[in-house]
């Protein structure tokens, strides 16, 4: 049974300060992704990855950085926050190049 | 540019009836197609997917039909049970790399 989990469910940051979202998965998985979930938007690629060191943007890089030093962990970075970083974040793994597993999710609020 | 659109913010079904989730793509070059359900508080979890080689799949009460002439996808759930409720993301993969394009999602009510 495939298990992503992410360093915590909910956070409150102030803005400009730095704030580290960590997720660690089980299952030997090569790739990993974050996405920011907002009504009405879906779900969005911030960062991917298919390997240790290796790093990939995605569709909304703008404001984020991403460390992968061991294969089962991929931390994303949000170097000074803003509100308009207030979101869900998911972070997911996958082996095949399409079904991808979820973790529970980061609801992050920005003050 | 939103290469995969879901047009219906939400949808309300009876229990028991039938539920029709749909779903329409652009890029061409998109080869397979995922539905992805979630909970409140919960990450989405994988329901089922579908090749572009196919034009149906079926899982037990979930059924995903692929047409590729109107690119456009759809998910039966038959019969609806108020568990169902939940959203329900379309997602697309092709070209390149691992990467999923994920809808806006809908949010399916089933009613008992």
């Known amino acids: 049974d495939v298990k992503v989990t992410q360093s915590s469910r909910y956070l409150v940051k102030r803005t400009g300060e730095k704030v580290f979202l960590e997720c660690v998965q089980d299952m030997d998985h090569e790739n990993m992704f974050w996405y920011r979930q907002d009504p009405g938007l879906g779900l969005r690629l911030i960062y991917f990855?298919?390997?240790?060191?290796?790093?990939e943007k995605g569709d909304i890089p703008e404001g984020y950085s991403v460390s992968r030093e061991k294969k089962e962990r991929f931390s994303l970075i949000l170097e000074s926050a803003s509100t308009n970083q207030t979101s869900m974040y998911l972070c997911?793994?996958?082996?095949?190049?399409?079904?991808?597993?979820f973790g529970p999710g980061t609801r992050l609020t920005v003050t | 540019d939103q290469q995969v659109k879901q047009n219906s913010p939400s949808l309300s079904v009876q229990e028991g009836r039938i539920s029709i989730l749909n779903c329409d793509y652009t890029n061409s070059m998109f080869d397979y197609f995922l539905w992805y359900k979630k909970y409140p508080a919960e990450g989405p979890t994988f329901l089922i997917s579908i090749s572009s080689i196919k034009d149906k799949n079926e899982d037990g009460r979930f059924t995903v039909f692929l047409n590729k002439s109107a690119k456009h996808l759809s998910l039966h759930i038959v019969p609806s049970q108020p568990g169902d409720s939940a959203v329900y993301f379309c997602a697309a993969s092709g070209g390149y790399g691992n990467k999923l394009v994920f809808g806006a999602g809908t949010i399916l009510r089933v009613k008992s």
């Open positions: 990855s298919y390997d240790v060191k290796m790093k």
């Open positions: 997911a793994s996958s082996f095949s190049p399409y079904e991808q597993y």
